[in-house]
């Protein structure tokens, strides 16, 4: 509409223009920092800690299912595919109760089709105890050999002493301790203080959460399992270092800038790794579901499945701790400086006269659009501000009917 001819009114904006809204995938890939991650922490600090304390429960109350390399003892297998069907749990059981008069400490199926296995697990058993267990097995379910014809080579056992047991044990936790070591040796070098405490707490959450699902889930804890978990997390290290190389580089200088606090520009370098941490993340997922097929459904390989789910439990928990646990907890940390809370004030304190001009603006326009409407052209415009010290003077921009008039005053006075 414009100005009014008649009574030279103008025409007050509107002031519920809807701001245009991005869609999820477009703020997901363009990393804007429309995500609040950090403004969030407390939420993410319950979650992380609830999940913490469920796991850590399930280890001191439940423990771990150790596989017979840790703890010693006896395993025999023989194909599943038998001329009479495939055997059974039950079966398998219930002939190993009957031959040696006690149970089995586990028995479970491997594979499927053709190469699906039955694997016995149980105490140690002396070479008699073995011989009449195999003896029994095959005479029950004439396992195929492979020429195709029933065989008693078909069926394989191993035992390991508890000795043996004791020293993996001993050596799985060594290389635990060597990798954890060297990890933080060289986030100390890598990073400043408070960088390298949140990345260190990081890898201590990623170990009790993959540690507690384990525990919570019953998954059997085998020497791949703990090989496993020295690769995923060395991948939660990597992540980890990804989003903190972003925050280093969104914070450089922050303390000579006010445009935005430490904790902003933190959930900037967050948002903006977004894309990076799903995409490695998910790249990272597909070989292992990969193997998680191969080793069920087609090999039968028990080895190759505790690689995989371990692998699997570490990638998600891995990804989540980078995102919502490390970078929250290192602005918590850095808040706690002098540095960053007088930044922060700094801040805080030039938006609040923004922040006021805008609600100054907004209530008074109404007021001067409803003056020029009853006026005209006489209506009031508010007095200028005066200008700060040592300032060049501006320009007139409006003559006396309160238009633009171009011109210079050249009357002396």
């Not at 009479?84 to 199926?109: C, D, M, P, R, Y």
């Not at 980078?322 to 938006?351: G, W």
Request: aromatic share 8%; glycine share 8%; net charge neutral.
């Amino acid at each position: 509409m414009g100005q009014s001819p008649e009574s030279g009114a103008v025409e007050a904006p509107s002031l519920d223009t809807a701001v245009p809204r991005h869609g999820f995938f477009v703020r997901l890939y363009t990393g804007t920092g429309a995500f609040e991650v950090i403004g969030r922490r407390k939420l993410w600090y319950s979650i992380s800690g609830l999940i913490i304390a469920i796991c850590v429960a399930s280890i001191l109350l439940r423990g771990f299912t150790f596989g017979i390399d840790f703890e010693g003892g006896t395993k025999v297998s023989l194909p599943a595919s038998t001329p009479t069907g495939t055997v059974s749990v039950e079966q398998v059981e219930a002939v190993f109760s009957e031959t040696l008069g006690k149970n089995a400490e586990s028995v479970v199926l491997v594979g499927s089709g053709d190469s699906a296995t039955a694997q016995i697990r149980s105490e140690t058993l002396t070479n008699d105890e073995t011989e009449k267990l195999r003896t029994a097995l095959f005479e029950k379910f004439q396992p195929k050999g492979a020429n195709g014809q029933p065989s008693r080579q078909a069926i394989s056992d191993s035992a390991v002493s508890e000795t043996w047991g004791g020293q993996i044990t001993d050596k799985a936790l060594i290389a635990l301790v060597v990798f954890l070591v060297l990890a933080a040796i060289y986030i100390t070098v890598r990073y400043e203080r408070y960088m390298a405490i949140a990345a260190l707490a990081t890898l201590g959450f990623d170990l009790i959460v993959t540690a507690g699902v384990y525990s919570l889930v019953g998954f059997e804890v085998t020497p791949a399992t703990v090989i496993g978990l020295l690769t995923i997390l060395g991948f939660s290290l990597y992540d980890t270092v990804i989003v903190f190389d972003k925050v280093e580089e969104n914070t450089d200088g922050f303390e000579h800038t006010t445009r935005r606090t430490f904790a902003e520009q933190a959930n900037l370098a967050v948002n903006q790794t977004f894309m990076r941490s799903i995409n490695t993340s998910l790249i990272s997922v597909l070989p292992i579901l990969a193997l998680m097929v191969i080793a069920v459904w087609l090999l039968g390989v028990g080895t190759l499945m505790d690689l995989a789910l371990v692998q699997l439990v570490g990638v998600i928990v891995g990804t989540y701790s980078s995102i919502f646990f490390a970078t929250p907890l290192l602005v918590s940390l850095r808040e706690r400086t002098e540095k960053v809370r007088t930044h922060t004030r700094r801040v805080l304190n030039r938006r609040k006269p923004a922040a006021a001009k805008a609600v100054e603006g907004t209530d008074a326009e109404p007021e001067t659009v409803a003056a020029g409407s009853v006026s005209g052209s006489a209506a009031t415009t508010p007095p200028p501000e005066k200008p700060a010290p040592g300032a060049r003077p501006t320009r007139p921009t409006a003559g006396r009917t309160g238009r633009p008039s171009g011109k210079r005053n050249t009357r002396r006075r």
